[in-house]
């Protein structure tokens, strides 16, 4: 007798298992996603739609379209609870959605909660649609403003992307506007030491004013507050300072990890209820932390999708298992990437073109997926 699967996110865990849907429908299950939006925006691109580079939709998958192609059913809407004796999904339309397995992918968001007041304009880095809004309202500015102040708030790579393809934004424009990223304790802070100077000195030569070893307290109309009361003046704000995780599971009685995602083990099934999958930033990995970046999602890919075939099959599951490496190639907006493996890291030309290369055939090979099985 068939089952039914549920996909809850279309974020980057969940792409192989939106491949394989017809597999799943062939054996006999009912499939199901439920997303907010129809859509996939590749964060890999999201930057560079900032600055120009790509447009909005050459880094976006229908994911609704890809689905239904498949065999499966797509809903818009978004899961507020889990009734897991019942084995059952709440939905903010009012909606209850029975599963014999589900899984999660629901990202993450830039959490807000920590500033004193958020007024003025401004913008969280997430979700990816952020991007081509952000450019817009930038571009608005530009009108008005002869030399605009931008600020980016956040010192991880998706600050120093976003910082890149803003003075790659103002040089296109023409304008000689102000761009000051606030770096928390320092830019990159994780990362090796070379790495982090290549970024530095790819920014400031740019003029990018980077503060470190200070935090933003507080958005007012026209500047920004700091943790030690120095103000900077502000017209536009992107926030790109950290994750956090939905409180969907914490709220509906699963065990979460440290960050308060949900507990997964090795197999990326939730602890102690094995109908239950996660994968991407919205997970806490039970053998060991895992970095909050879409490459070890990505990774999760064929695990996740190979591990939902066989809990609905009553087959055995294989383990994830994490790379202590990994290749990450950041966009600095003036075609060039830095690109850094271990403690090995360069920046040039060449990583650019390389970077492009595999994000354009990455999201051909989901963009054919709408139109053909």
């Not at 197999?267 to 895992?290: E, K, N, R, S, Y």
């Amino acid at each position: 007798m068939g089952k039914q699967l549920v996909l809850v996110g279309a974020g980057h865990a969940h792409l192989g298992a939106f491949l394989h849907l017809n597999h799943f429908v062939r054996s006999g299950h009912k499939t199901l996603v439920i997303s907010p939006h129809p859509h996939y925006t590749y964060s890999g691109m999201g930057p560079g739609v900032l600055s120009g580079i790509y447009k909005p939709e050459q880094g976006r998958v229908n994911i609704q379209r890809l689905v239904e192609l498949r065999g499966g059913c797509f809903i818009a809407d978004t899961v507020e609870g889990v009734d897991v004796r019942e084995g059952r999904l709440y939905l903010r339309s009012g909606l209850k959605v029975d599963y014999d397995i589900v899984s999660f992918n629901i990202g993450s968001r830039v959490p807000v909660d920590s500033f004193q007041r958020l007024e003025g304009q401004w913008i969280t880095a997430k979700p990816m649609d952020n991007f081509p809004v952000a450019r817009r309202a930038i571009l608005e500015l530009l009108k008005t403003k002869e030399k605009p102040r931008l600020l980016v708030i956040g010192g991880g790579p998706a600050g120093v992307e976003i910082s890149g393809n803003l003075a790659r934004l103002m040089r296109d424009q023409r304008a000689s506007g102000v761009i000051s990223m606030v770096a928390g304790k320092r830019l990159l802070k994780v990362f090796p030491q070379r790495t982090r100077n290549l970024a530095v000195r790819s920014l400031s030569a740019r003029g990018v004013r980077i503060f470190e070893g200070q935090r933003v307290t507080a958005l007012e109309p026209g500047c920004a507050v700091l943790n030690d009361g120095q103000l900077l003046d502000t017209d536009y704000a992107i926030l790109a300072s950290g994750v956090q995780i939905s409180d969907l599971f914490i709220n509906s009685g699963l065990d979460v990890g440290p960050a308060g995602g949900l507990l997964v083990n090795g197999t990326l099934q939730a602890v102690g209820h094995p109908q239950i999958f996660g994968g991407g930033d919205c997970i806490d990995f039970l053998p060991g932390p895992l970095t909050k970046i879409g490459v070890v999602a990505y990774r999760q890919n064929p695990v996740l999708r190979d591990n939902l075939q066989a809990a609905l099959e009553g087959e055995a599951l294989r383990c994830f298992r994490p790379r202590s490496v990994y290749t990450l190639m950041f966009n600095l907006g003036d075609n060039t990437a830095l690109y850094m493996r271990g403690v090995f890291s360069w920046i040039s030309r060449f990583n650019f073109f390389l970077k492009n290369r595999i994000d354009r055939r990455f999201m051909t090979r989901y963009q054919s997926a709408e139109r053909s099985v």
